[in-house]
């Protein structure tokens, strides 16, 4: 059984960095491909970032790119969501998922993701 735990999440001033973490206390992630979704209020649940189990495969939503980066501590057990030069529009409760089968060109598609967090949620203030 994987439970994710998403954390980090808070109150920051435009231009300002968080960093989301997304941990199992169950089994190990370290061959899952992790996928971070974000939902702001009135629209749909988007793909922002994931991972491959590998570690080779990283892709971002272009809104994100060159701002957000996502990486993994395989001995933490933890994957992580750095977010830099934070916009309003970033502001969305963020949820982590987690699937031990999809390959890298699936990566944006929720649909394929077993395992979700509970998320956390991000306000970016003007």
């Known amino acids: 059984q994987v439970q994710l735990v998403a954390s980090g999440g808070g109150l920051v001033q435009a231009g300002g960095s968080l960093r989301l973490s997304c941990t199992s206390s169950g089994r190990t992630l370290s061959s899952y491909a992790m996928g971070w979704f974000r939902r702001a209020p009135g629209k749909e649940r988007e793909f922002v970032a994931a991972?491959?189990?590998?570690?080779?495969?990283?892709p971002y939503a272009d809104s994100v790119k060159g701002r957000f980066t996502i990486s993994r501590d395989n001995a933490k057990n933890t994957v992580y969501l750095q977010m830099n030069s934070l916009k309003p529009e970033d502001t969305a409760v963020y949820f982590c998922?987690?699937?031990?089968?999809?390959?890298?060109?699936?990566?944006?598609?929720?649909?394929?993701?077993?395992?979700w967090g509970q998320g956390t949620q991000v306000t970016v203030s003007s």
């Open positions: 998922a987690a699937d031990d089968t999809i390959p890298p060109y699936l990566l944006r598609d929720p649909s394929k993701y077993d395992y």
């Open positions: 991972i491959s189990g590998s570690g080779s495969t990283m």
